[in-house]
T-cell receptor, first 110, second 116 residues
Framework: EDQVTQSPEALRLQEGESSSLNCSYTVSGLRGLFWYRQDPGKGPEFLFTLYSAGEEKEKERLKATLTKKESFLHITAPKPEDSATYLC???????????FGKGTTLSVSS | GAVVSQHPSRVICKSGTSVKIECRSLDFQATTMFWYRQFPKQSLMLMATSNEGSKATYEQGVEKDKFLINHASLTLSTLTVTSAHPEDSSFYICSTFGAGLNTEAFFGQGTRLTVV
């Protein structure tokens, strides 16, 4: 069964304090691993898609990496506006719906 | 880029009534629409997959007679929660993939349903 586990569930950082969020997955043939940001009461906002182990993508203070078993979302020098829930999801080779983890809720204080 | 428009964003209804949620793809034709439900502090859980012109496929444990999905056109999919009860209160989100082989999933803005 395809499964996604994210850790930690919640993370509190001071502004400028870098850290990483983890996404462990098991999937019957990975087609893609997705990272989304979700603000309260809103739909997920796309951040990255990773397709193969070793791939890395960056966007502003965020960097996503991928291995055969997990993905990391690295946040460098976060700001309060980075506070949100970060969701990880996988899509299998059948190309069906995304399977989501429970998310990591990040709080960045100034 | 592709945009999925979902409305209403919030709805409060009385127990026993029905509520319709609409999702429209604005820039492209969405042959497949996914409907998710999200409870507080929980993940997005897939409810059903709808394909234009055919019956929706429901996930295990989701009542097809309660959650009616219609995908009559390539730009519109609807979810109707029939005979709503307080336990149906949740955040409902639609999603579809853009055109092409490797594309991201686009999400609607979500609908917060409260049944009183």
């Amino acid at each position: 069964e395809d499964q996604v586990t994210q850790s930690p569930e919640a993370l509190r950082l001071q502004e400028g304090e870098s850290s990483s969020l983890n996404c462990s997955y098991t999937v019957s043939g990975l087609r893609g691993l997705f990272w989304y940001r979700q603000d309260p009461g809103k739909g997920p906002e796309f951040l990255f898609t990773l397709y193969s182990a070793g791939e890395e993508k960056e966007k502003e203070r965020l960097k996503a990496t991928l291995t055969k078993k997990e993905s990391f979302l690295h946040i460098t020098a976060p700001k309060p506006e980075d506070s949100a829930t970060y969701l990880c999801a996988v899509q299998n080779q059948a190309g069906t719906a995304l399977i989501f983890g429970k998310g990591t809720t990040l709080s960045v204080s100034s | 880029g592709a945009v999925v428009s979902q409305h209403p964003s919030r709805v409060i209804c009385k127990s026993g009534t029905s509520v319709k949620i609409e999702c429209r793809s604005l820039d492209f034709q969405a042959t497949t629409m996914f409907w998710y439900r999200q409870f507080p502090k929980q993940s997005l859980m897939l409810m059903a997959t709808s394909n234009e012109g055919s019956k929706a496929t429901y996930e295990q444990g989701v009542e097809k007679d309660k959650f009616l999905i219609n995908h009559a056109s390539l730009t519109l999919s609807t979810l109707t929660v029939t005979s709503a009860h307080p336990e149906d209160s949740s955040f409902y989100i639609c999603s579809t993939f853009g055109a092409g082989l490797n594309t991201e999933a686009f999400f609607g803005q979500g609908t917060r349903l409260t049944v009183v």
